[in-house]
């Protein structure tokens, strides 16, 4: 294996022709994909890793100014196709992980045949004509409750955001993964994810993009996932699924597993663009 593999904890299983590369959101790791593995391994080879500063990941390892701006994600995904000589995927990235496969595939869009953003946002905070679902003022007090008691501000908000059963086990899996990471690690992704501004990023996408978003979700606004179809440079597709929460594949996977299989299997057609 080689350093940026065990770095990341790669791991790759399945067998098949097409290489389905999947992405973790912010305070979760691979774990996060567990309902979705065991339909993708009989058909396609799955290459599953770590962000760097997730709880399995080395805290040794994350430096602060690389991981400060998405274009730091966006090279380790980059590392990690090529020590695994992969010269073409389809890329699934949720959350922060949706917006690193974006950014990657302007660096080489030569690497990804289409990208699946699962409830992405390529900016959280409102601005003049933009609606990201958030006010500074309200990241500054997230921020600040993460600061003065990590395991305090987990146990709000892990169910704000997967929202529903507030003693669901996805809630108590969600809270388990974020007590992983390390607060000050923690705490300057979360920094990163909800100040970033990846807006002027989206015309320069000529890759495919399948935008799959929660009908009810705390963190992105449906009208978010609209603004990146209409915004991207290349073809787009939306789907909003009938579920609550930002990590619908852990909450919900009976309802969004297939959704995701489906945008996997099948691509964007002249049709799909006409009944945008």
């Known amino acids: 294996?080689?350093?940026?593999?065990?770095?990341?904890?790669?791991?790759?299983?399945?067998?098949?022709?097409?290489?389905?590369?999947?992405?973790?959101?912010?305070?979760?790791?691979?774990?996060?994909?567990?309902?979705?593995?065991?339909y993708l391994i009989d058909d396609y080879r799955v290459v599953l890793y770590d962000n760097m500063g997730s709880g399995p990941t080395n805290?040794?390892?994350?430096?602060?100014?690389?991981?400060a701006t998405l274009?730091?994600?966006?090279?380790?995904?980059?590392?990690?196709?090529?020590?695994?000589?992969?010269?073409?995927?389809?890329?699934l990235g949720h959350s922060l992980s949706s917006m690193t496969g974006v950014v990657?595939?302007?660096?080489?869009?030569?690497?990804?045949?289409?990208?699946?953003?699962?409830?992405?946002?390529?900016r959280f905070i409102n601005s003049d004509e933009y609606y990201g679902g958030f006010?500074?003022?309200?990241?500054?007090?997230?921020?600040?409750?993460?600061?003065?008691?990590y395991k305090s501000w987990i146990d709000g908000f892990a169910p704000l955001v997967i929202g529903g059963d507030m003693d669901s086990v996805a809630v108590q899996e969600f809270s388990r993964t974020l007590f992983n990471m390390r607060p000050d690690i923690s705490?300057?992704?979360?920094r990163t994810i909800f100040t970033f501004d990846l807006r002027h990023f989206l015309s320069r996408v000529t890759v495919p993009c399948h935008i799959i978003q929660s009908s009810k979700d705390l963190a992105v606004p449906v009208a978010v996932s609209e603004y990146i179809h209409r915004n991207l440079g290349g073809k787009s597709i939306?789907?909003?699924?009938?579920?609550?929460?930002?990590?619908?594949q852990l909450s919900a996977p009976e309802v969004t597993v297939p959704v995701l299989l489906r945008h996997i299997s099948h691509n964007i057609?002249?049709?799909?663009?006409?009944s945008q």
């Open 71 to 91: 274009e730091g994600y966006a090279y380790d995904l980059l590392a990690i196709l090529e020590e695994l000589q992969i010269d073409s995927c389809i890329y």
């Open 187 to 190: 705490l300057s992704v979360f």
């Open 135 to 149: 006010e500074k003022e309200d990241i500054d007090q997230l921020c600040q409750a993460m600061e003065s008691n």
């Open 1 to 38: 294996m080689g350093v940026v593999e065990e770095a990341h904890n790669v791991k790759v299983i399945g067998s098949g022709k097409t290489t389905v590369v999947l992405g973790h959101g912010f305070g979760t790791d691979q774990s996060v994909w567990k309902h979705l593995v065991p």
């Open 104 to 122: 990657a595939s302007i660096f080489r869009p030569d690497l990804f045949s289409k990208l699946i953003l699962l409830s992405a946002s390529p």
């Open 59 to 67: 805290p040794d390892y994350f430096d602060f100014e690389r991981y």
């Open 238 to 248: 939306v789907e909003v699924i009938s579920t609550e929460g930002h990590l619908p």
């Open 269 to 274: 057609t002249i049709d799909h663009q006409l």
